[in-house]
């Protein structure tokens, strides 16, 4: 069946590093994948979301690959600050409805 | 602009008694409408979309039920609430044909 899952349920950095987040899924189909991100105790917040015939998107510190050869999605964040710890989800658009994955926990390292 | 207000913030509720969450978007015209569950630290899990008023998809077999009364309006219910039904219920908005969901600040929901 359809499944976006993460490699990495958590991933610590030093402050000014490179975060890179990892997400596998397994439909094909999809035509969008986007990234949330969630503080504790609140919803996710949109991130950044690319196309299936695109490669690479970029936002403000954040860049979107999608490798559909092996049907691989990442976030890089640049120069990672404290305020972007928090859990990070990848998800496909699948017929109306977002399907998300479990999630990867940023900690951010002073 | 768009908003979507969730209420409320927190809830305790005893095991076997009723339950109705409700959400409201505010902004936007026919919006589809998203119910998800989120475990602790667990991802989202989709209970119910809504694509227009009186039309409801159930993703996961539960006791739990979803209602649009009205364009902008999405009810989560129960009859009888299980100690499994604790957890974070987010409900999430988007405009037709695009994908991004925008989420409300959610309702943490404990059956004691």
């Known amino acids: 069946g359809e499944s976006v899952g993460l490699h990495l349920p958590t991933l610590s950095v030093q402050e000014g590093d490179n975060s890179i987040i990892n997400c596998a899924y397994s439909n094909s189909a999809s035509d969008y994948f986007i990234w949330y991100k969630q503080e504790s105790g609140k919803g996710p917040q949109f991130i950044i979301d690319i196309r299936s015939n695109m490669d690479k998107r970029q936002g403000q510190r954040v860049t979107v690959l999608l490798n559909k050869t092996v049907k691989h999605l990442s976030l890089q964040i640049a120069a990672t600050q404290p305020g972007d710890s928090a859990v990070y989800f990848c998800?496909?658009?699948?017929?109306?409805?977002?399907?998300f994955g479990s999630g990867t926990r940023l900690l951010v390292r002073p | 602009s768009q908003t979507i207000h969730q209420w409320p913030a927190t809830l305790v509720q005893p095991v076997g008694s009723p339950l109705s969450l409700e959400c409201t978007v505010e902004g936007t015209s026919n919006p589809n409408l998203y119910w998800y569950r989120q475990a602790a630290g667990r991802g989202l899990q989709l209970l119910f979309y809504s694509v227009g008023i009186g039309q409801i998809s159930s993703e996961v077999p539960q006791n739990l039920s979803a209602s649009r009364p009205q364009d902008r309006q999405f009810i989560l219910s129960s009859k009888k609430l299980l100690l499994s039904d604790s957890g974070f219920y987010l409900c999430?908005?988007?405009?037709?044909?695009?994908?991004?969901?925008?989420f409300g600040q959610g309702t943490r929901l404990t059956v004691v």
């Open positions: 999430a908005w988007s405009v037709p044909d695009l994908p991004e969901a925008f």
């Open positions: 998800a496909e658009d699948s017929s109306y409805k977002l399907i």
